[in-house]
């Protein structure tokens, strides 16, 4: 057993007491069997004598389980200066505070298992975000690397000026992939306000890529649960950074409706794409959407064709915090 907190005992007794057997005194024989105790130390006993209890003055000890779903996960303990035995109203007052601390610790390591698993996903996804952009975009810059000494090697200026330009465009592509994956990092939610949050998001991307975009809300503002509204924020910005990247468009439509079931739709004015070709394992941005979109009960689908851009949509049944009615376009 470890001490891990106490009140009214010396720093030596806490020294002394800090690591202790299972069983070792009346304190370890409750964690051991699970049965609270009130006893006094008229009686000298073999188990309580290896402890310090006697140098720090202490006459009596009631110690009670502290329990969850049947399980000992320590014991509560009182100490007293003098000789006393609990009656049993106050010995079963103990176990129920011990069954309440029990369910009180339980919890908090079921909410710390829940942020290691949403930190491990959130971590899983961001790698598959590397290996997408940052990683091709690198084996990219190496083989282009190669060229261009083979081309210096062999005195091709020209040929190396073109592998040059290809190296520096493809240095640039991966410095705004490290600073898209960077907001990624970075995003926090002031509020649950879904609205603001996209409109920011649109401004930013207006900002650094010199895209239009045009943002029109249907329905009520919703403020939703802030994991919800930042993996919904989260798909917003993949699919920005693949029109960025992919569409040569010029205008991006943004239409956030929330009457009813509400959906989050995404339009571009590129060059589109074939969407009944499956994605690869190459390409995972795609499936990186849709698998945020799982992680908070949201249904994730795209629709393009070559030469009519591409349109994505993100649906969902919220459940709002509070509504707030308003339109606005």
């Known amino acids: 057993m470890q001490i891990v907190a106490a009140r009214g005992v010396s720093e030596k007794f806490l020294a002394d007491e800090t690591f202790l057997d299972i069983g070792?005194?009346?304190?370890?024989?409750?964690?051991?069997?699970?049965?609270?105790?009130?006893?006094?130390?008229?009686?000298?006993?073999?188990?309580?004598?290896?402890h310090s209890c006697s140098k720090e003055k202490i006459r009596a000890v009631a110690a009670v389980p502290i329990r969850?779903?049947?399980?000992?996960?320590?014991?509560?303990?009182?100490?007293?200066?003098?000789?006393?035995?609990?009656?049993?109203?106050?010995?079963?007052?103990?176990?129920?505070?011990?069954?309440?601390?029990?369910?009180?610790i339980e919890n908090q390591r079921?909410?710390?298992?829940?942020?290691?698993?949403?930190?491990?996903?959130?971590?899983?996804?961001?790698?598959?975000?590397?290996?997408?952009?940052?990683?091709?975009?690198?084996?990219?810059?190496n083989i282009q690397v190669q060229m261009l000494q083979d081309d210096l090697n062999h005195s091709k200026v020209t040929d190396a000026m073109q592998v040059l330009e290809q190296i520096r465009a493809g240095v640039q592509e991966s410095y705004?992939?490290?600073?898209?994956?960077?907001?990624?990092?970075?995003?926090?939610?002031?509020?649950?306000?879904?609205?603001?949050?996209?409109?920011?998001?649109?401004?930013?991307?207006?900002?650094?890529?010199?895209?239009?975009?045009?943002?029109?809300?249907l329905g009520p503002t919703l403020e939703m649960q802030p994991e919800h509204v930042l993996q919904i924020l989260h798909i917003l910005q993949e699919s920005l950074s693949n029109?960025?990247?992919?569409?040569?468009?010029?205008?991006?439509?943004?239409?956030?409706?929330?009457?009813?079931?509400?959906?989050?739709?995404?339009?571009?004015?590129?060059?589109g794409f074939d969407s009944s070709v499956p994605a690869t394992d190459n390409h995972v941005g795609i499936n990186i959407m849709r698998e945020r979109a799982n992680r908070f009960g949201g249904h994730f689908s795209i629709h393009s064709a070559v030469g009519c851009g591409t349109r994505v949509l993100l649906s969902w049944s919220p459940v709002p915090l509070s509504t707030k009615e308003h339109s606005a376009a």
Do not use: W, Y
């Open 24 to 50: 070792a005194c009346i304190c370890g024989e409750v964690a051991r069997d699970g049965v609270a105790v009130s006893s006094d130390f008229s009686v000298a006993r073999p188990s309580i004598m290896m």
């Open 68 to 104: 969850s779903r049947q399980r000992v996960l320590g014991t509560l303990n009182l100490f007293f200066d003098s000789t006393r035995i609990l009656p049993p109203a106050e010995v079963r007052l103990l176990e129920s505070v011990g069954l309440h601390l029990g369910i009180a």
């Open 110 to 141: 079921l909410v710390a298992r829940e942020r290691e698993m949403a930190v491990s996903e959130e971590r899983n996804l961001l790698a598959q975000e590397l290996h997408d952009s940052i990683a091709q975009s690198l084996a990219f810059l």
């Open 176 to 217: 705004d992939d490290v600073r898209e994956l960077l907001v990624h990092f970075r995003t926090r939610l002031e509020h649950a306000d879904l609205e603001s949050a996209i409109a920011g998001a649109l401004k930013k991307f207006e900002g650094q890529t010199s895209i239009a975009t045009e943002f029109i809300c």
């Open 243 to 271: 029109i960025r990247k992919h569409a040569g468009a010029n205008l991006i439509k943004v239409t956030l409706d929330t009457r009813g079931p509400c959906s989050l739709t995404v339009e571009d004015n590129g060059h």
